[in-house]
């Protein structure tokens, strides 16, 4: 009988990091209020980066060698990542869906992840204020400026700098929406938004609601008795069609392998792996070795398995409703 996933959140910053965004948020405020307090904040940006070793995590081996604006601008980027990250909020109890926060977290990154059918939770936002980068896949550490065909200009992304900082509004809001839509009000939303939310509300927020199955259909189990069967996976990972839980789920169903969000994933890991080692050795690989798991296979819905196929140079082809693999497209060379 399989369980729900540990619900999820993200990541947010602690401690020295922290620290630090908040004296790069100064920086820059001092830049053009007071550039007099620059030195100061410098100096207190220095002290914390060299005592804390954070210029390693961004790869300086010799933070003296770098210009501030520089390192400023590599250190928000990181720093927007990682407070972007998905982590896990604790455990998943067995039979038990995850309570207010915590359900509404998993919601917001189960929603994020688009598939064949829908946009995702924050692009959607995003399409609907008119923004023009992809929350999922924008470089965060990129300055943000409203587009000039942007719908509005809302008042809590005015104070944004960075993608990073826009993106984070988005989360915000997002997790909002979420909130608002478990506890059964409405909010005026674009229309992206409004289709996202309503797939939510019929499909993701019901099915999560039906966790406590899993304790039934277990000890129908134990009973000898039928337990629905169901496909497996991470809904995290773009499996949302996994929900609810509880079933007696078969580990791959071969037919659906690779998934088009796998394809997707495992595609730019070819190009990649082409890429790196193009550019090392000045030729193309003539051979080439991917250990491929199952249980790596059951948890991405084939990332492995699309980057081979990749690497073969054929994508696969997808039939309708069902989304199983029906037949494979030879790429042609120019892709």
Request: aromatic content about 6%.
């Amino acid at each position: 009988v399989d369980h729900l996933t540990p619900p999820m959140t993200r990541a947010e910053l602690y401690g020295s990091l922290q620290q630090l965004e908040g004296l790069i948020d100064e920086y820059y405020e001092a830049q053009s209020l007071d550039p007099s307090r620059l030195k100061l904040i410098s100096d207190r940006i220095t002290q914390l980066v060299t005592q804390e070793n954070l210029h390693q995590d961004l790869g300086i081996e010799h933070f003296d060698t770098i210009n501030m604006a520089e390192f400023l601008t590599r250190a928000d980027g990181y720093l927007c990542e990682l407070k972007e990250a998905q982590i896990r909020d604790g455990l998943h109890i067995f039979g038990q869906c995850p309570p207010q926060s915590q359900l509404r977290d998993l919601m917001v990154a189960i929603a994020r992840i688009p598939d064949q059918n829908r946009l995702g939770l924050t692009r959607a936002i995003a399409q609907d204020l008119g923004l023009d980068f992809d929350p999922l896949t924008a470089d965060l550490s990129k300055p943000f400026s409203f587009p000039p065909n942007a719908n509005f200009a809302p008042s809590h992304l005015c104070g944004c700098r960075t993608i990073g900082d826009a993106v984070e509004v988005l989360e915000e809001q997002a997790a909002e929406l979420v909130e608002s839509l478990i506890s059964y009000s409405q909010e005026e939303v674009g229309e992206a938004t409004h289709k996202e939310l309503q797939w939510m509300r019929d499909h993701l927020l019901p099915s999560l609601q039906q966790t406590p199955q899993e304790i039934t259909h277990l000890l129908r189990g134990l009973e000898g008795k039928y337990i629905p069967s169901g496909s497996a996976g991470a809904p995290t990972r773009g499996r949302a069609d996994v929900l609810p839980t509880g079933r007696n789920f078969y580990s791959v169903d071969i037919r659906g392998i690779p998934t088009e969000t796998a394809w997707n994933v495992g595609r730019k890991a070819a190009e990649a792996v082409i890429e790196r080692y193009t550019q090392e050795n000045g030729e193309y690989p003539r051979t080439l070795a991917i250990s491929v798991w199952g249980t790596s296979t059951m948890r991405t819905g084939g990332d492995d398995v699309a980057e081979a196929l990749a690497l073969l140079g054929v994508q696969p082809v997808w039939e309708g409703v069902s989304r199983r693999v029906v037949d494979f497209e030879i790429l042609p060379l120019s892709v």
